[in-house]
């Protein structure tokens, strides 16, 4: 039953990271592809993570997995976040097909 629901969620994070990538590609600006890689491909390695605790248990590979989770999740929420910050900073304009301007807005 393990095997099973790990391989489960590591099916699903390898979807998600496949579906950030193509993202990354697909998306038109700077800002689009960050957002796609943040959250795909977090959610795909957490899934895969999450997967590898419930393969091996909580021995010495899945207790690291499991504390590389929420330092996974958190720290590229929060490099995204700096990122796009420099990003805006530096002058990179939104696409073409923006509507609206959430951070312009927030700075003034």
Same mark, same amino acid.
């Given at each position: 039953m393990n &095997?099973?629901?790990s391989l489960i969620f590591?099916?699903?994070g390898i979807i998600f990271n496949l579906l950030g990538c193509i993202g990354i590609i697909r998306l038109p600006d700077t800002? &689009?592809?960050l957002q796609a890689a943040t959250k795909c491909v977090?959610?795909?390695c957490c899934s895969i993570l999450f997967g590898v605790v419930l393969h091996f248990g909580l021995n010495d590979?899945? @207790?690291k997995a499991l504390v590389a989770i929420p330092i996974l999740f958190f720290g590229s929420t929060v490099a995204a976040? @700096?990122?796009i910050r420099g990003t805006y900073h530096f002058g990179i304009k939104l696409g073409?097909?923006?509507v609206k301007d959430d951070y312009k807005e927030a700075i003034k």
């Open positions: &095997n099973m629901l590591i099916t699903t800002y &689009n592809r977090t959610l795909g590979a899945g @207790a976040h @700096a990122l073409k097909k923006s």
